[in-house]
Structure formats: structure tokens, C-alpha cells
């Protein structure tokens, strides 16, 4: 079976810490993969803040996520905390994408390369909508 390959981008704009808790784990100990979505979330969330944006109000659009990509490298345990380095890239007419590097911050292993494909949308509309300008300049 072929695996996904992600890279690691050169520079990533934006970094927040989160800690693993023990709710976190699954039946083998570690970081579930369920959970580890769950702290993309919590990272995307203060990776758009950052910029004054939120998936709601992200500059005269909303949010939608239409995929994902994870490659695990590595393991993390209850109490590990994690840097998670963010930036956004590939613009397109209706969406880009945003890069996660999750790296354990004691010792530098790294625990996963995730990729999320955002797409701009209207929910009351219920419709797809360009990408704002203000927001194609976060894009690296």
C-alpha cells in the first residue's frame, strides 16, 4: 500500500504549544489520532486569531474543511507538550490550505505532518465563495 507523503515546509508563520491530557490517549497509551484532529483544531483556531480571523468571520467568509492529511512520525504521551508550527499556502480561487509541523518540544521528535484543504463558504447561503483577498496575503 503506497503511504502519503508530506514534506515539511521551510518556515512556518506561526507557533503555539498544547499540552497532550490524558483523555487524549487510547487504548495503546498514546495520542489518539481522533485527539490529534482535535489539537489541529485547537491550532488552526489560534493560527487564524492570530491574524484576527476565526473560521466564522475570515475576512467576509467562512470556513469549511474539505480534507486532510496526516503523517504520523512519532509518538506523544499524556503530559508531552507540543509545538505545533502553522502557516497557510497554496491559494486558490476558493480555498488554500494550512501545514502543521507537531514536534515534542523537550526533545525535538517529531510527531506528525498534517495538511488541512480550507474552503471559503457562506453558511446561510449554503455556497462556496472566493477567497478574500486579506485572506490569500496570510498565504506564504
Do not use: W
Request: glycine share 8%; net charge positive.
Amino acid at each position: 500500500m503506497p503511504r502519503i507523503k508530506l514534506k515539511p515546509l521551510n518556515r512556518y508563520s506561526f507557533s503555539t504549544d498544547i499540552a497532550v491530557r490524558i483523555t487524549d490517549l487510547n487504548y495503546g497509551g498514546h495520542l489518539g489520532n481522533d485527539r490529534l484532529l482535535a489539537l489541529i483544531h485547537e491550532a488552526r483556531v489560534a493560527f487564524l486569531a492570530n491574524y484576527g480571523f476565526s473560521e466564522i468571520g475570515c475576512g467576509g467568509v467562512s470556513l469549511i474543511l474539505a480534507d486532510t492529511a496526516v503523517v504520523y512520525q512519532g509518538e506523544a504521551f499524556a503530559g508531552d507538550k507540543l509545538t505545533f508550527e502553522v502557516a497557510a499556502g497554496e491559494p486558490t480561487k476558493k480555498g488554500f490550505r494550512i501545514f502543521y509541523r507537531l514536534t515534542r518540544k523537550k526533545d525535538k521528535t517529531s510527531i506528525a505532518l498534517v495538511e488541512n484543504g480550507m474552503v471559503c463558504f457562506d453558511y446561510q447561503t449554503r455556497k462556496i465563495q472566493p477567497l478574500p483577498e486579506v485572506v490569500r496575503a496570510i498565504c506564504q
